[in-house]
């Protein structure tokens, strides 16, 4: 094996940011491309990342009476079509099914060849969403104003045969939960996009570490249908935007094309008010450029694979069972504590391979502990931390760190939220010259910049076009300021939106 | 309303079974068919049994150090042609994707109308089970025996175009999990096949109620490209088999096709042993079939959507609010408390609409606590539990309730258990006869027949579809007693067979 570099991920953030996002992944073991194009193969470091997200949101959906459900993968292509505005959002990526079988056919050359046999009459489209089937769904499920509200959530798959792939960030299939939910009144169902925003605006902050813009998407960036799509937005370390979770607003617009109708509470029928929301293993790809450093994959603790890892150092044989039976014991004692209401995830590295030690950094394991031969008597233990540098090491009394163990993971987990915060606001400016924020753009990595606005789609797209930038948000705090004159046209508003690259 | 007939569900089972089977799904609302052939949509009362189900046995997998990971639900074509003995199996129901997008194509009548438009150069298939995939996988991760055994589970939708479905039991897609593993040796691939085995038939037992009969299927019915397939077969009302769930032992078929092969110990370059294992969404046909009685769905507790369903008696206005804050306060006291581990899942029914009580007897919740002005006074509860007959009530002090409900659940459930087994045990017989045997699969609902059997594949294949039936196993208990005559044959023989209809 090659010398041990400076940097334990080749190259560093600032030489190639894309490459250093791909190498972090690789060096994690998190997950690797497939051979079905643009699909990942998500391994089980990864996947218990995802695991402890599913499970953490799912209590915040079921606390607000939302039930999971389960409906089909494909989607009849006439039910999509009656969907007009949702349909065309997604006609250029969709996976089609037309065939049911397969058959052997000769080839010249003797062999035999399998091929798409038997027909369909109507093609289906795998998923991209599912507002067109689940509305299907609701509209016999909706009688009365008795039946309301629908308050359905789905984990799945879903499919968009993107162009161009990065793992997580934006692969063709995906994993994701839909939340859909049907409702008497206007209010409601916008009480609803709020709550599930605010929700996910929480569970990035406390959860992953991650402070998000709250905001409101442009009429251009908006999702195919919506009256009104919430975000939030994060920045990560080369300054650009991820849009990691987005609630919608539906109006009454997919509530009529789908006939989802009920007799109200004064006997006439009236149309539902719906929403639509969702995140996805987006929300990982988000995590690592939030967090990760040139040694690797840093995980918040609430989230993490395994929260502590415990790795004997056994350099002699004779004291080796001794030294790996005090870390089994050690790691019990750990399980039986609490995290936020969950036991605390600790694996034990006994393998008897080099590299070990590094190898826990790249995977970015929120704790690691060492214990060798001597520590068995002094009954202490060394403690280092991934948010620390990775020569930086405690050592403590055991006692000690068991008392504090919680405390030293919610600091690491505060750690991570405040630096990712710290350098979104360092990187984010205000701007109400025209000449600077024609500027701000020319550099390699710009932040974001939060003008004064009030043009029309069409010059926000122009716009967008000539920068290679977009409105991330109209953050919601910030409606109700000064007028100031728009940074493209003058006028004075009091709409202030974010500009930023994303991913 | 029509008047509340003599059982809830019409027909009874005896009337006619496949139809009583549908309207308990509906009765107890668990799903429903969809737009999307041979497809249903799982609603929330069904989806919660599977998520109790998922929960519960994914604690045995990494109990027994399996990770869950995710694979592309699209395979090559090219891919799923290698491993020919499989590709075979499932050619004849695969859901193939041919197309990437849509186009919006002018009709002559001026409409337009999408279109499957990208045709792919290599169609994919939806996975109807992952061997090739994640087989390719394990080739990349084998490098050398430190790296094996791979154990590893993923829990996703599959599809398999199935001509007659049946919900639940027979869909085109539906959920499952399964387990992929490679091992060093013959040995530990072995071992591994016989845990899985064991695990499914203690959780169908424990979890499910269900006792099954785990034996080996025999080479006609083994699943394509397995050595060894080992089966949990169930007996359900009108005495068919269900396959619950299958474990295989793929021998080193699977790696020698997909070069899963690594350096042993002896330097020596070698093929991994593989093995597989699956249950699926069937499960809950299983139960449901097992089970229910003609009042509709009764769930064993352990895994059902709620196992406790309170509901207020509020026949008048003034007594409502007491009423109703009484249950709140025992569905808290008794959310507090645990079965088997988990909290205790309460549901308080607080509608105000008639029927309310039938429709939780349909839906099979094991207990249905009624509280009305009365009883706040007495502080008593009245108790229906769903394993006795629907006029039977228990008028109990609310402190004695509360301290027995987990031996009140458990009790259910062994009841449940019981049940099935002597039903079971009822309806199998040993036949060394000939002439028995034949008469036997006469009359319209034939239980299982025991017998000796040595009788090659051709004639077994011969002999199922002469009475269409099929050896449901070789019952693993049952090999080693005395020889007796092969019912067919009449060769001597210690092999032991059963025999029944099956779903």
């Not at 470091?45 to 607000?64: M, R, S, V």
């Not at 919608?248 to 997919?254: D, K």
Request: aromatic share 8%; proline share 5%; net charge negative.
């Amino acid at each position: 094996m090659a010398k041990q570099a400076k940097t334990a991920i080749q190259p560093t953030r600032s030489e190639d940011f894309p490459e250093w996002y791909q190498q972090v992944i690789k060096g994690a073991d998190l997950a690797e491309n497939s051979e079905t194009r643009g699909c990942m193969i998500i391994k089980p470091w990864g996947y218990a990342l995802w695991e402890n997200i599913q499970q953490q949101l799912d209590k915040y959906f079921k606390q607000t009476g939302h039930q999971n459900a389960y409906f089909p993968l494909l989607i009849p292509l006439s039910h999509f079509e009656k969907e007009a505005e949702c349909a065309e959002g997604f006609a250029t990526e969709c996976a089609v099914v037309t065939h049911h079988r397969l058959e052997a056919i000769k080839q010249d050359d003797g062999t035999t060849k399998m091929e798409p046999a038997g027909k369909l009459t109507e093609p289906y489209v795998i998923r991209p969403t599912s507002e067109t089937i689940i509305g299907a769904a609701f509209s016999r499920w909706t009688e009365s104003y008795r039946d309301l509200p629908l308050l359905i959530n789905q984990w799945a798959n879903v499919m968009r045969w993107e162009m161009r792939t990065r793992m997580f960030l934006r692969t063709a299939e995906f994993l994701w939960q839909e939340g859909h939910t049907a409702h008497e009144t206007k209010q409601e169902a916008l009480d609803e996009t709020r709550q599930m925003h605010a929700i996910y605006e929480k569970f990035l902050r406390e959860h992953l570490a991650i402070p998000t813009i709250p905001g409101e998407k442009s009429e251009a960036e908006r999702f195919p249908g919506a009256d009104m799509t919430l975000t939030v937005e994060a920045m990560v370390q080369d300054k650009k935007a991820i849009q990691a979770g987005t609630s919608h607003f539906l109006g009454q617009n997919f509530s009529k094309v789908q006939d989802i109708s009920f007799t109200g509470r004064d006997g006439s029928t009236q149309h539902a008010w719906t929403t639509s929301w969702g995140v996805s293993t987006r929300l990982i790809g988000t995590l690592i450029m939030a967090h990760s450093d040139d040694d690797g994959l840093i995980m918040p603790p609430r989230v993490a694979s395994q929260q502590i890892v415990i790795i004997p150092v056994t350099p002699k044989e004779d004291t080796r069972d001794a030294v790996i039976d005090a870390c089994e014991a050690l790691a019990q004692t750990l399980r039986s504590k609490d995290f936020h209401g969950e036991p605390l995830r600790v694996l034990v590295d006994k393998r008897d391979i080099r590299g070990k030690k590094w190898e826990w950094v790249k995977k970015g394991a929120p704790i690691r502990i060492e214990i060798g031969p001597r520590d068995l008597e002094s009954r202490k233990v060394c403690l280092q931390r991934r948010d620390q540098p990775s020569n930086e090491k405690a050592f403590l009394a055991k006692e000690e760190f068991l008392q504090n163990v919680e405390s030293t993971l919610q600091e690491i987990q505060d750690t991570l939220l405040e630096r990712a915060a710290t350098f979104r606001d360092a990187n984010t400016q205000d701007c109400s010259d025209p000449a600077t924020f024609e500027k701000h753009w020319s550099c390699e990595s710009p932040g974001w910049l939060v003008t004064p606005w009030a043009g029309t789609t069409e010059e926000e797209e122009t716009l967008s076009k000539k920068h290679k930038i977009a409105i991330r948000c109209l953050p919601l705090d910030q409606q109700d300021g000064e007028e100031s004159p728009c940074i493209l046209t003058g006028k004075p508003t009091k709409t202030r939106a974010i500009w930023g690259r994303s991913y």
